[in-house]
Structure formats: structure tokens, C-alpha cells
């Protein structure tokens, strides 16, 4: 069974910075392309970055452009999203997805609230 377990979130001040990771389990991890997508209370979902199986091509949205950068270890079976000069508009529930619009293939999420 596919599983996503996502941690890191915590509550930061404007400009600080945070490292999400995710471990994957139950699948070939390194054969599949990996995102991040975030929800913010009662917004829909947004993807946010994109990395491809290799890892060596990466995607974002406009909005953390210069600020967000993922990565991932094949060999840990892990994708991770550093983030830094975090801003207020950046606070949601973080989650790791294996398809960015199957929500069945997300995991729990971690959440990151961007606060002074």
C-alpha cells in the first residue's frame, strides 16, 4: 500500500525558513515524478513544486519562485522542500503527492502557519 508521511511544519515568523520532507513507502519511488501541494483554510488545493523522477528537473509555481527549492534521495526514498523567506500568505497544510490531482495518492500533510 502507497504511503506518504510528511513532517517539518511548524509555526514561523515572516522570513524565516523551514524543510519539509516526506518518506514514501510501498512503491518504486524512484521510477515516479513527486510534488508538493498546499491548502489553505478554505481555499482549493495548489500545487506548489514539481520534481521529476531523477531529480534533476524541478518546477514551481510563480509565487515561491527564488524562495522554494525540492529535492529528493532515491536512495531514502525521501522528497523534501526547503523554503525560506517564508511569508504570511505561505501558511497551509502542506502535503506530499505523488499525483497532484489525486488526492488518494497525497499523504496527510504537515502544516505551516507563517505568523509574527
Known amino acids: 500500500e502507497m504511503q506518504l508521511v510528511e513532517s517539518g511544519g511548524d509555526v514561523v515568523q515572516p522570513g524565516g525558513s523551514l524543510r519539509l520532507s516526506c518518506v514514501a513507502s510501498?512503491?518504486?519511488?524512484?521510477?515516479?515524478?513527486m510534488n508538493w501541494v498546499r491548502q489553505a483554510p478554505g481555499k482549493e488545493p495548489e500545487w506548489v513544486s514539481h520534481?521529476?523522477?531523477?531529480?534533476?528537473?524541478?518546477w514551481y509555481v510563480d509565487s515561491v519562485k527564488g524562495r522554494f527549492t525540492i529535492s529528493r534521495d532515491n536512495t531514502k526514498n525521501t522528497v523534501s522542500l526547503e523554503m525560506n523567506n517564508l511569508k504570511p500568505e505561505d501558511t497551509a497544510l502542506y502535503h506530499c503527492?505523488?499525483?497532484?490531482?489525486?488526492?488518494?495518492?497525497w499523504g496527510q500533510g504537515t502544516q505551516v502557519t507563517v505568523s509574527s
Open positions: 503527492a505523488r499525483d497532484p490531482i489525486n488526492p488518494n495518492s
Open positions: 520534481i521529476n523522477s531523477g531529480g534533476d528537473t524541478a
Open positions: 510501498g512503491f518504486t519511488f524512484s521510477l515516479y515524478d
